[in-house]
């Protein structure tokens, strides 16, 4: 075999192998983005990482040692359960829309990795006295 076609098939076999890696890294990156609704709607992902998306619920902020043990996310018709160690971002609030990525537990309690607050989408300048 000589030498050329040794080349162009090292070169075909490192593209594949390059091209195979990269679609599992995305495949693998993919995170749904969901309410909480369309999530328990959808048991063929219960045990994936997801995004949820919904607002904080009144009440429902659990405090423990002087930071956030946990707290409910829903929509207009489901709630989850969340529990997060981490630190939460300044905006967020009971009422407050957010983002709670992570996967579901055996107990149904969402064991969320990130949370992300939505700003609020509109501007109202400080009235002068």
Known sequence: MSPAR???IGITVLAIAMGIIAYNGIRSATVYYLTPTEFT?????????VRLAGTVSPGSVRRANGHVAGFMI???TTSIAVR??????????EGREVLVEGRLDSDGVMNATQVITTHPTGYKEKTRP
Do not use: H, K, W
């Not at 709607?41 to 990482?49: F, S």
């Not at 981490?86 to 609030?93: H, K, R, T, V």
């Open 6 to 8: 040794r080349l162009a």
């Open 41 to 49: 709607r959808r048991p063929d992902i219960q045990t994936a990482r």
């Open 84 to 93: 997060y160690d981490g630190p939460l971002p300044d905006l967020f609030a």
């Open 74 to 76: 829903g929509d207009e």
